[in-house]
């Protein structure tokens, strides 16, 4: 039996016993976040710096699942400023999704929850909330009015059996302040069609999904994301159904919509080709921590760590001819037992002494540049 779990089998009574320990933890954090009347002191903060539209700070995002605590998103620290592009690069399975649903609150829950750390938003006034205390009544105002999401697959966000231009007007009735009227529904829905380019926006009003392309249902998707000018946008893998072409279109299109508005996008791929085209900062991730940040003339030109060193080799260079591919050896630790020691360790091709060490602390190497490694201690920028 014992060797049985040490290769990852569990027996049905560990399992039984896990799922049932985990249900008193998840149960304790529904019963708090489902709490009504919350006052407004529980959850108002003030951002570390007012130039930024999110600051996540050490934010740990887990699932309590029946083989195990998974650690989706383990201590992850980043900022967005204001009207600025914010690329997350890092393989499948890293965190990604999870820390920009965290931002939501919309982790699948009661499995999914945030334990530990905070995520500030900015949300004007010099006032600001911390989303991971704020209840559900506060998440739902917050939500589409601060920060919105574009998802990766339009047709899983749109529903087929209602037409366009009632699912539009739905998300604008759904946060409507101004008691508009029918008509100005309307407007603003043919407003928004036309702001995101579709040209025959009165058409499409009528038209139900599965009668537009994809590149046409990826647009009503943003148009709805942006219907009430969100100041943060959330765009996870949003172009990657999509073919060239329409990628490229789509990425024009949001970064004008983002200069118009002045609003922070936060752009999560694997595809460093377009966070090398829309990012102005870069947050590399690695096993559900962050393993490096910095401007992204720092990551492109200057990468630190030797998983960001690896991902640079990985990616084709038109008129460069190679036998194979550069692929990073070996894979992900399992996140529902990480070791003590850099999570990169057993694939690493550069590691020093001190590797064998505890998990690297993040070390600031330039203003704007940092990495947790230890090829950089003791070369902290002064
Ligand atoms: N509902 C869930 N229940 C259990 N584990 C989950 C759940 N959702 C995500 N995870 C786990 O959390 C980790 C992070 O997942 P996440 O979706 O954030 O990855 P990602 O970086 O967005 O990957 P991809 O690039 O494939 O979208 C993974 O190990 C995943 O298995
Ligand atoms: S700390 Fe060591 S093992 Fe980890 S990435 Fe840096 S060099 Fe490699
Ligand atoms: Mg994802």
Redesign the pocket.
């Known amino acids: 039996m014992a060797k049985k779990k040490n290769d990852g089998y569990l027996s049905a009574k560990e399992s039984r016993r896990i799922s049932r320990e985990n249900r008193k933890i998840t149960n304790a954090y529904e019963k708090a976040r489902k709490r009504k009347n919350v006052p407004e002191s529980e959850y108002l903060t003030t951002m570390h710096d007012p130039n930024n539209a999110v600051e996540f700070d050490n934010l740990h995002s887990y ?1 309590f ?1 029946d083989t195990g605590v ?1 650690r ?1 998103v383990d201590g992850v620290s980043f900022n967005v400023p204001i009207g600025k592009t914010v690329g997350v690069v ?1 393989e ?8 920009s649903l965290s931002l939501m609150q919309l982790l ?1 829950r009661p ?2 929850q945030t334990v530990e750390g905070e995520i500030r938003l900015n949300i004007g006034g010099d006032k600001a909330y911390d989303v991971t205390k704020a209840p559900n009544s506060v998440m739902q105002k917050l939500r589409g009015n601060y920060v919105s999401m574009i998802f990766q697959e339009p047709m899983t966000a749109l529903n087929p059996v209602f037409r366009i231009g009632e699912q539009i007007e739905e998300v604008l009735k759904l946060h409507d302040d101004d008691h508009r009227t029918e008509e100005q529904f309307k407007a603003r829905t043919i407003e928004l069609l036309e702001m995101v380019g579709i040209a025959n926006s009165e058409g499409v009003y009528r038209m139900y999904p599965h009668e537009l392309s994809g590149g046409m249902r990826q647009r009503v998707v943003i148009a709805m994301a942006l219907a009430c000018n969100p100041r943060i946008i959330i765009a996870d ?1 949003p172009t990657t159904a999509l073919d060239v072409t329409i990628q490229a279109q789509i990425l024009d299109l949001l970064r004008q919509l983002k200069n118009k508005t002045n609003s922070s996008i936060m752009f ?1 791929t ?1 595809d460093l080709g377009v966070i090398a085209e829309m990012a102005d900062y870069v947050v590399v ?1 690695y096993a ?1 921590r962050v393993v490096e940040k910095g401007t992204a003339e720092d990551i492109f030109y200057h990468p630190a760590h030797p998983y960001t060193i690896g991902l640079m080799n990985s990616k084709p260079v038109v008129g460069k001819k190679v036998d194979e591919l550069y692929s990073i050896p070996g894979k992900v630790p399992n ?1 529902i037992n990480m070791p003590k020691y850099c999570y990169f360790r057993d694939r690493c091709e550069m590691c020093v002494e001190q590797c064998s060490g505890e998990y690297p602390k993040e070390i600031q190497i330039s203003d704007t540049h940092f990495v947790s490694c230890y090829r950089f201690d003791g070369k902290e920028a002064k």
Not at 92 to 99: H, N, Q, W
């Open positions: 699932f699942t998974v989706a890092g499948s399975g890293c965190g990604k999704s999870v820390t699948q499995q999914g893998e999560i694997h991730m559900g996140p």
